[in-house]
């Protein structure tokens, strides 16, 4: 049977592949990285916890269990880097002081070229994650208005700008302005501050990159996003369409609809 390692950071992803993954034939592997995964529900046959900077221990445990493919999926956020709660290997030192800068696309691609040194392929989320891909138009009953669509345009345009430079992938506009960009807090941070500044009513954009690297950092959008969304009382949360994942779709759009949000995914503009 073959087998595949699921390198498992924050959030629901991580389970969501290893039952597909479980489904198409998979004995499942999953590292769970300590102290940002969430608790396996036995979605997997092993679990794994490393702490997330143990990157020597986490491609022998890969190894050891006879992983040849593998696939990184969920939130882990670089601020760990600064709070003291990676406790670094040798091998993770040493590619840290090879790295040009420290930009979440140059970590994880030095990552994705060091797992994959070692003879395990790092597969693109897309190849287990197809049906979780955000359709284009809008999913929810209530309508776009015209000024939230001149924001959504805007915001795409921004959101791509900010990418370009892995910056990050989300940001929140109101009447053609700026209210937020997501940096190294992360989506939801983001779309709090965005929505304390714009109060009611703010369009909140989230694309991928425009060189996004599918084995790696896709952009995820699930309850947690939308209820966020609610909390700050913005009108539209608005998608990359066929480049960003959406779970758990139609809780999300029953949750939308009673709460008066509208969801669309956008085609690359």
Do not use: W
Request: charged letters at 30%; hydrophobic letters at 45%; proline letters at 3%.
């Amino acid at each position: 049977m073959k087998k595949l390692g699921i390198i498992s950071g924050k959030g629901e992803l991580p389970s969501l592949l290893a039952r597909e993954a479980k489904r198409i034939g998979y004995h499942v592997v999953m590292i769970a990285l300590d102290p940002v995964a969430d608790p396996a529900d036995g979605c997997a046959d092993e679990v794994l916890r490393i702490n997330v900077g143990k990157l020597g221990e986490i491609i022998a445990a890969l190894k050891s269990s006879g992983v040849r493919e593998a696939v990184m999926a969920g939130k882990v956020s670089k601020s760990l880097l600064y709070e003291g709660k990676i406790v670094p290997d040798m091998r993770a030192i040493k590619l840290l002081f090879t790295l040009k800068d420290r930009k979440d696309d140059t970590i994880l691609q030095a990552i994705t070229e060091e797992i994959e040194s070692e003879g395990i392929r790092v597969m693109e989320t897309t190849e287990l994650a197809a049906d979780m891909l955000m359709p284009e138009g809008l999913l929810t009953r209530r309508k776009i208005s015209s000024g939230e669509k001149k924001d959504i345009s805007f915001g795409f345009r921004i959101a791509k700008e900010i990418g370009k430079v892995d910056i990050g992938q989300t940001v929140v506009v109101k009447d053609r302005a700026v209210m937020a960009v997501e940096a190294i807090e992360g989506t939801d941070e983001a779309i709090r501050r965005g929505g304390r500044l714009a109060g009611e009513g703010a369009v909140v954009v989230k694309v991928s990159k425009p060189r996004q690297d599918m084995r790696y950092d896709v952009p995820v959008v699930g309850l947690d996003t939308l209820r966020t969304v609610i909390e700050v009382k913005a009108s539209v949360l608005a998608v990359e369409a066929g480049r960003a994942l959406i779970l758990q779709r139609r809780d999300m759009i029953s949750e939308a609809d009673e709460a008066g949000v509208s969801i669309i995914g956008v085609k690359g503009m």
